[in-house]
């Protein structure tokens, strides 16, 4: 499973346009009263079903919004920076109204970006174009659009109206303005390759305000970095806590026979649903809970649970200070001390859970200790902390998240920052680690015995999903802890094959002063080695055991045979264990 990152297209050939842009002032209008807060969408299944079928139809998917809007603009957009994104695609649509590029007087894909990814108005007629079956009327029916009252302010469509040329089926001057965000997103994995659309709140970017408490998130960096984390191995139950948008339902439907989404937010879990229905998802397969973390699943076990859990830390001080509860992200009070040691009672025998959060480094205590604590009893776990942020920097990153900048209101910005400092400084905290933490529960026929614990700190920037390696990981681990050393030196191993080698020499030197083993993929780790561990790595193709190995490099080497084949015992242990060797 990989989520589709387009590579860079050509750009666009430029138009005549280009040269002379339009200003800013113009390109960016103040939204009007139709932002404010409306109901989630909500679909029929014929309604889904025409809606796909047209989305479908559009050809709207990350590449072609990528060919619109070219490199840079694009690049910009992932970035939040809206302008060139919105410049671009105003040039396109107001050429086409024009009558200047006629090719394109229907281009789906501009009035889709325009309206859902970027809140441009765009006419009822061009989106009755876009959408033929839905058309406009469906499309505010199901809840994605409402008519901008030209009265309300800002955002006039430039360019001629398509319907004053017979262009649709909508009244001339009829506009309309997106209420949610609507993005296509694409996924390749073991079934083969989807693209949805999924549906979120309006953000930040487009509403240029602060987030409501409610406030329904889309797609974003935590939601892709746990959808690449988890596991695919096909699960008969799992649960997607804390659904959000449910877009880490839609890929739990791909490999689970049944998924339990829950939120606290009715909001969200109204979301999922309209999303799952847009993704023609069985509707007997996926059930929809309401209620606060393991609450609406009390009594239930699952092969799989799939988090990300409102883990920011924001002290009462800051909501003293006027910073409102947003249910995407705040849980009132620390999250994983409470769901950690909860969720073991929740994994079927052999289940895992993955989950993304965040832990306080305190002044004097390692944070291994810290977060060792919270696990589950019984439980095996595996805690990778990937970054730590000091507390300015946290703080001042979950400030702008929700919409307090200090563009907009920097009294407001700098006493929510203060009242952050002061609450980490008096309690001795002096960064915060952000990470990932996978649980697995010993199958009912494993061995009893102490559970596997490894906390880690890993700076890499894997480039492949980690699931697969997650899955492997977590099945080398739980064989290990049942093998004691005279075991793993009867293994045959085999090297992975993405591992390499890489030696340094000092120039005249035979013998490498430094040899490392990479890894291509998982987590890309990169071990030094001696030349018995270089000789092990080297010769593991299945044929020869850990100890025939370790007997043989003795041998070669003068070395104590008996303390090399305990040695090489433990090299393999942790190279099987971080998947540089594998299993025969």
Known sequence: MTDAAPAQPAAPEPTQREASPTPPSVLAPTPPSVLAPTPPPVATRAQAAALRADLDDSGWGVDAVARLLGPAADAALRREQRYPALRRVRQVLNDARAGTEAETSTDP?????????????VYAAELDAALPRTGAAGARAIGLVVGADPQAGGGEPLGGNPAQTGGGTAAQNERVWAVV?????????????????????????????????????????????????????????????????????????????????????????????????????????????HGSFLEPVTGDTFDLIATNPPFVITPPAVRDAGLPLMEYRDAGGPVL?????????????????????????????????????????????????REVQDPVEYATMWLRDGGTIPERDRPGFEAALGAWIDDFAARGVHGIGFGYVVLHRPDDGDAAGVPWRVLEEIGTRPSAPLGPHVAQVVRSRSLLAAMSDAEVMELHPVVAPDVTEERHLRPGSSEPSVILLRQGGGFARTVRADTALAALVEVADGELSVRQIATAVAALTDADADALVVRMAADARSLLADGLLLWE
């Open 109 to 121: 894909v501009a009035v889709l970006t325009a309206l859902f990814m970027l809140g441009e108005p």
């Open 181 to 289: 965000d609507l993005r296509p997103h694409e996924a390749r994995d073991d079934v083969g390759e989807v693209r949805w659309w999924v549906a979120s709140d309006v953000g930040e970017l487009v509403s240029q305000g602060q987030l409501a408490p409610d406030h329904v998130l889309g797609i974003g960096g935590a939601g892709l970095t746990l959808a690449s984390l988890t596991p695919r191995t096909p699960v008969t139950r799992a649960l997607d806590l804390g659904c959000g948008c449910g877009i880490q339902t839609l890929y739990l439907l791909r490999h689970a026979e049944r998924v339990v989404a829950t939120d606290i937010s009715a909001r969200a879990l109204a979301f999922t649903a309209f999303n799952a229905a847009l993704a023609g998802t069985d509707p007997e397969r996926l059930e929809l809970r």
């Open 337 to 385: 001390p409470v769901l950690l040691p909860a969720l073991g009672a929740h994994m079927s025998p052999g289940g895992t859970t993955v989950m993304l959060g965040n832990w306080e480094h305190h002044d004097g205590q390692d944070w291994r200790e810290r977060v060792e604590g919270w696990l589950p009893d019984g439980i095996d776990a595996w805690v990778i902390e």
